[in-house]
């Protein structure tokens, strides 16, 4: 499993149209919204190209300027306990 996290900026204008694409996409969610239009996600992925994928799926969304990953982690057993 994939787990990550960035940071997506709107077009000033299309904060709820990326918003609601993002909330669209399988394994994303919204953290937190600025008023500028930045919006803290996280990313929750099977492997390393679905990863991939969903970043691709994001930077296509209309209204999205940038994509950029600022955290990113891989478990080879998520539900096991250290």
């Known amino acids: 499993m994939n787990i990550s996290s960035a940071?997506?900026?709107a077009r000033p204008g299309e904060l709820s149209r990326?918003?609601?694409g993002l909330a669209a996409i399988p394994g994303v969610e919204v953290h937190a919204i600025s008023?500028?239009?930045k919006?803290?996600?996280t990313i929750e992925s099977d492997d390393d190209s679905s990863n991939?994928?969903?970043y691709?799926?994001?930077g296509q969304?209309?209204?999205v300027m940038s994509a950029a990953m600022v955290y990113h982690q891989t478990?080879?057993?998520p539900f096991k306990e250290i």
Request: glycine share 8%; hydrophobic share 45%; net charge negative.
């Open 7 to 9: 940071i997506v900026h």
């Open 18 to 20: 990326v918003e609601a």
């Open 35 to 37: 008023p500028e239009g």
């Open 39 to 41: 919006l803290i996600v």
């Open 52 to 54: 991939v994928a969903t």
């Open 56 to 58: 691709e799926r994001i």
């Open 61 to 63: 969304l209309d209204g």
């Open 75 to 77: 478990e080879s057993e």
